[in-house]
């Protein structure tokens, strides 16, 4: 059974940069599929930041491609996510996912974390 | 970058009736690339719908897709009692770029 466990902290200051990272268990990342983080701000709806490949290949939100950066650490099994100078509008939840084969939607997601920007 | 939009935005019904639901795309999109969510308050979305038509695996096969390419559905055949959630439609393109659309509430009548 694949499970992924997001983990960082929870309340980052305006300006700085928010770091997260997923942990998969259940399955080796270097064997495929293409894996991503999407948020949903209290109350609204999913946004899509990126997906990654195992060999590092990445594809981002058009509308944060400037302030974000997703990696991946095979011998960890796990992937992470920076996203630069956050404002109050970064406020969200953040999951991670195992996107498809191909990227093409999301099977497996982590339980979601809350991270709040404020000073 | 292709817009979704879902229709209506809430849906009231009981239990026992059908439900469909609406996704429009902005552009075509491939079959193969639209899916179906439905998330409940404090849980992660739950992938119930992809290829269009193609139910993950557990789902109940009182949720069906159909459509292609600009108009999508989703229907639940009979509703139960733990089907009243909010339920997403999002597509995969080009450039590995996914969208979502803003989602339908199905609530209890």
């Known amino acids: 059974q694949v499970q992924l466990q997001e983990s960082g902290p929870g309340l980052v200051k305006p300006s700085e940069t928010l770091s997260l990272t997923c942990a998969v268990s259940g399955y080796s990342i270097s064997s495929g599929y293409y894996w991503g983080w999407i948020r949903q701000p209290p109350g609204k709806g999913l946004e899509w930041i990126g997906s990654i490949y195992h060999s590092g290949s990445t594809y981002y939100n058009p509308s944060l491609k400037s302030r974000v950066t997703i990696s991946v650490d095979t011998s960890k099994n796990q992937f992470s996510l920076k996203l630069s100078s956050v404002t109050a509008a970064d406020t969200a939840v953040y999951y991670c996912?195992?996107?498809?084969?191909?990227?093409?939607?999301?099977?497996?997601w982590g339980q979601g974390t809350l991270v709040t920007v404020s000073s | 970058e292709i817009v979704l939009t879902q229709s209506p935005g809430t849906l009231s019904l009981s239990p026992g009736e059908r439900a469909t639901l609406s996704c429009r795309a902005s552009q075509s999109v491939s079959s193969s690339y639209l899916a179906w969510y439905q998330q409940k308050p404090g849980q992660a979305p739950r992938l119930l719908i992809y290829?269009?038509?193609s139910r993950a695996t557990g789902i109940p096969d009182r949720f069906s897709g159909s459509g292609s390419g600009t108009d999508f559905t989703l229907t639940i055949s009979r509703l139960e009692p733990e089907d009243f959630a909010v339920y997403y439609c999002?597509?995969?393109?080009?450039?590995?770029?996914?969208?979502f659309g803003q989602g339908t509430r199905l609530e209890i009548k």
């Open positions: 996912a195992r996107l498809g084969w191909f990227g093409e939607f999301a099977d497996y």
């Open positions: 290829g269009a038509s």
């Open positions: 999002q597509q995969y393109g080009s450039s590995l770029l996914i969208t």
